[in-house]
């Protein structure tokens, strides 16, 4: 073999590498303008033409869903200079919740001034998604106020949707999970406080409860509010019953027609076992 025909043989060897190591390059990094401009969902694109090998990142649609509705907002006298305030809210979504939500209260007193209340947040379950998902309590004890407060507010933004997607799941938790069992309430017999809301609670699902809410508001018999209680349980098993107990130091200001319960838990939080085996879909924070 004559050097001319050894050096047609090494630009042969150099031309099949190339070929081959460009082959592998588009196998690996398609081209981008035959994929993200095609205008349709192809390759590992989040939606079409954006997202995944594209440049383009795909804009944050809002879902479509209902406003989270405040029913009213009220204030309790709970001692001298302190105060209790409750809001009671209602999501009109089956699918769509919130995992989080900022709130404060907004206080008004008898001389024109306005004092808001730290920054804190809450979760909204869709309404479809527990027997009383819909309905919620934002409640928020012992606050020290001295001048006489005229009427409360409440503001709520950055709302953090998250979408429950598998219907078959939706069904499963069509009804109370959690129920509250052996309600009670009254004046105890043992000097501990001067009034108290007695439950059990009842892990009905086939999940465990990382943390449960248990919200409590004392209506009087013209359904207007006389008291709010919250407390928490951690870790509630499947078919696990636990009971709880609210005192309340401070004499009630009406006397007490009826109490609503209302155990909840958040199911978008990551620690949460109840999302095993369940279908979230998008999520979406918006500030409102």
Request: glycine share 6%; proline share 3%.
């Amino acid at each position: 073999m004559n050097r001319g025909q050894r050096n047609i043989k090494k630009i042969i060897i150099i031309i099949t590498l190339l070929v081959i190591v460009v082959g592998f390059y588009m196998l690996l990094f398609p081209s981008r303008p035959d994929t993200c401009l095609n205008k349709v969902l192809d390759t590992n694109e989040e939606r079409v033409d954006c997202g995944g090998v594209c440049e383009k990142k795909c804009p944050m649609i809002m879902p479509d869903v209902s406003e989270i509705e405040v029913d009213w907002v009220k204030f309790i006298e709970d001692g001298e200079d302190r105060y209790d305030f409750v809001a009671k809210i209602t999501n009109k979504n089956s699918s769509w919740g919130i995992y989080s939500v900022d709130y404060r209260f907004v206080i008004y007193d008898n001389s024109g001034n306005v004092t808001r209340t730290d920054i804190e947040s809450v979760y909204i379950m869709p309404k479809g998604f527990l027997k009383e998902a819909g309905k919620k309590y934002i409640i928020e004890n012992n606050f020290s106020f001295t001048n006489k407060i005229e009427k409360v507010d409440i503001e709520l933004s950055e709302y953090n949707w998250r979408e429950v997607k598998d219907e078959l799941d939706l069904a499963h938790f069509n009804f109370k999970v959690i129920d509250i069992k052996q309600e009670d309430y009254g004046f105890p017999e043992k000097i501990l406080g001067d009034f108290f809301v007695f439950g059990v609670t009842e892990n009905t699902a086939k999940y465990t409860f990382n943390r449960v809410n248990i919200d409590v508001v004392l209506y009087d018999k013209y359904d207007e509010v006389v008291a709010v209680g919250k407390t928490d349980q951690w870790t509630l098993g499947s078919d696990e019953k636990r009971e709880f107990k609210i005192f309340w130091k401070n004499p009630i200001q009406g006397e007490v027609a009826y109490v609503d319960y209302i155990a909840q838990t958040n199911v978008f939080e990551s620690d949460s076992n109840l999302l095993e085996g369940i279908t979230t879909g998008g999520s979406y924070l918006t500030p409102r």
